[in-house]
C-alpha cells in the first residue's frame, strides 16, 4: 500500500476519537473538546498538515512532560480592552480559545479587544481563531510565533519560527475571507508531509547554512532540527521576489507574540523547555463603524469582482483567500477525512497504548 491510498473517515468518528485521548492524557473533558475541534476543523479544511497528523505529538510531548495537560489560564494585566494571559505551559488550542473568547468579549462591549498570551504551546491552525471572531459578526486577527526555522533575508540561519498572521472578515457571502498561512514559504507540518511519501520540496523552499538550495524533505526534517538548515521567508531568497517583505512581515509577528506577552523570543524559544510561545488576538467590533450588513455587502462585492476578474490564460478559476478551504469542508462532510497509512499507525498506536475501544482504523 502507497501513502497516495488514504482511507477515509466520517469527521464526527475522528472527532470523537481525538477527544478520547486528549481526555485519557489527562486533559479536562472541555479542553479536549476545543483540542478536538480545532484538529478536526484543520482537517476538514483540507490543512492536513495541522489536523490529525499533529496528533502524536501532541502525545508525544505530554507523555514527555515537555506541555502539561492542564491549562491554568493567569491574567497578568487588563484594562477594559486588552488583557495579558499567562498560559501556564499548557494546551495552545485552549489557551487561543479563550483567549479569543475574551477579545470578543471586549470587543462586545467597546469596540476592539486585544489579548496576548504568552507561555503557550503549539495552538494549531490560526484560522480557527480568527473565524470565532467572524462568526460574531467582528473582523479577527492573531499571530503566533514558534520554534526557529526561518532564515532572514540575506541568512541562511533558522532564526525566527513560521509566525502565521492570520485575519478574517466576514462577507455576505457563504463563506468569509480568511487568509490563514504562515510567513515563511512554507511550513515545516507541509515538509512533514511531504517527508511520510517520499516526496521532495519544491526547490526555493529551504536553504541551507551552505547557501544551496535543498530539496530532500525527509533530510530537511533532520537539518532542521539539528540547524543546518532554515525555511526561506515568503518571497524566497534575497529581495528580487520580496522575500524581504515576508521577513520582515514574520519580525513583526515574532514581536507582537514574544514582546506583548513578555516571553522568550527565535533561538530562546528552543532553550526553553517546552518552546513557550507567544500568540497575540485581536477582535474588531465592525458594528462600531457601520452596520454589519452594509460592511457584509463592500467586503462580499470586492471578493466577487476579484472572482469575476479576467482570468489568466488556461486558468479556469480565480479564488479568494478561505474559498477552497471552505468547499473541501462541504467535500469531506460527504465523503470522510482522508488519512494516509502512516498517520493511520500513529491512530492505532494511540487506540491501543491508551486502552481505547476499538475504532476500526
Known sequence: MTEQEAHYFPANMLVKFMKDVFMKLNIPSEDAEICADVLIQSDLRGIESHGCQRLK??????????????????????????ARIDAGHGMGHVAAYRGMELAIKKAKEYGTGAVSVGNSTHYGIAGYYSLMAVKEGMIGITCTNARPSIAPTFGVDGMLGTNPLTIGIPTDEEFPFLIDCATSITQRGKVEVLARTKTPVPEGWVISNKGELTTNSEQILTDLIAGTSALLPLGGAGETLGGHKGYGYATAVEIL?????????????????????????????????????????????????????????????????????????????????PIMPSILADLRFLQKELNLPDYHF
Do not use: C, W
Open 57 to 82: 505529538m501532541y502525545y508525544d510531548r505530554i507523555i514527555q512532560g515537555i506541555q502539561s495537560p492542564q491549562t491554568k489560564l493567569t491574567i497578568i494585566k487588563e484594562t477594559a480592552t486588552t
Open 257 to 337: 507574540s514574544a514582546a506583548l506577552s513578555d516571553g522568550p523570543f527565535m533561538k530562546d524559544l528552543t532553550l526553553s523547555k517546552g518552546y513557550k510561545l507567544g500568540h497575540f488576538f485581536l477582535a474588531i467590533n465592525v458594528e462600531n463603524f457601520l452596520p454589519l450588513s452594509t460592511f457584509k455587502k463592500i467586503s462580499g462585492s470586492i471578493l466577487r469582482q476579484l472572482r469575476a476578474s479576467t482570468k489568466a490564460p488556461g486558468q479556469d478559476r480565480i479564488y479568494t483567500a478561505g474559498e477552497k478551504e471552505y468547499y473541501n469542508k462541504l467535500e469531506y462532510k460527504k465523503s470522510g477525512i
